[in-house]
Nanobody, 121 residues
Framework: QVQLVESGGGLVQPGGTLRLSCAAS????????MGWYRQTPGKERELVAT???????NYADSVKYRFTISRDNAKNTVYLHMNSLKPEDTAVYYC???????????????WGQGTRVTVSS
């Protein structure tokens, strides 16, 4: 089994910064793509940013040039650096990883439990 634990959420003023972290543990042979998603009440979960195993990144237009996704393979961890935060960035942020638990096993998707980010003055 694989567990993903997020941290770093909280309350921040507009224009502020936050860094989210998500660490995977458990039965891990390798990790393919990692990503961050967010969700607000009454809306579907939406992609924020993804990073592949060869470090290619993809961002939602709404966060491009403000957020940066990165990964540390040695720590099985993905980060989301959020700058110039806006009230509309308020949401619960979830990490997701595609994990292979042993050699030749299929990659399976795992989600974290979510961390709340509130941008307000």
């Amino acid at each position: 089994q694989v567990q993903l634990v997020e941290s770093g959420g909280g309350l921040v003023q507009p224009g502020g910064t936050l860094r989210l972290s998500c660490a995977a543990s458990g039965s891990i042979f390798s990790i393919n793509a990692m990503g961050w998603y967010r969700q607000t009440p009454g809306k579907e979960r939406e992609l924020v940013a993804t990073i592949t195993s060869d470090y290619s990144t993809n961002y939602a237009d709404s966060v491009k040039y403000r957020f940066t996704i990165s990964r540390d393979n040695a720590k099985n961890t993905v980060y989301l650096h959020m700058n110039s935060l806006k009230p509309e960035d308020t949401a619960v942020y979830y990490c997701r990883m595609e994990v292979r638990s042993y050699s030749r096993a299929p990659f399976l998707g795992y989600w974290g439990q979510g961390t709340r980010v509130t941008v307000s003055s």
